[in-house]
């Protein structure tokens, strides 16, 4: 993302009172546990790996809106 990276934008939405409650997902290439840790500790309602092929995308999304939908 230009400007700001997805853990300064999350560390923004979660410091904002209208946005507090809403659900965020990174959605990112990083495996590294430290970044999934900061992404928790940030208040990452998800933390999502990006698939390398784009049937295994479809899938990932498939299996995060059935999640939110049952919600």
Known sequence: ?????GFEALRL????????RLSVVMFTSSVL???V???ASLGA???VVKPVS?????????????RFDAL
């Open 1 to 5: 993302m230009p400007r700001v990276d």
């Open 13 to 20: 939405i979660r410091g904002n009172a209208l946005h507090d």
């Open 33 to 35: 546990e430290a970044d």
């Open 37 to 39: 840790e900061r992404a």
């Open 45 to 47: 309602t998800d933390y």
């Open 54 to 66: 784009f049937d295994e995308l479809t899938q990932k999304l498939s299996e995060l809106l059935r």
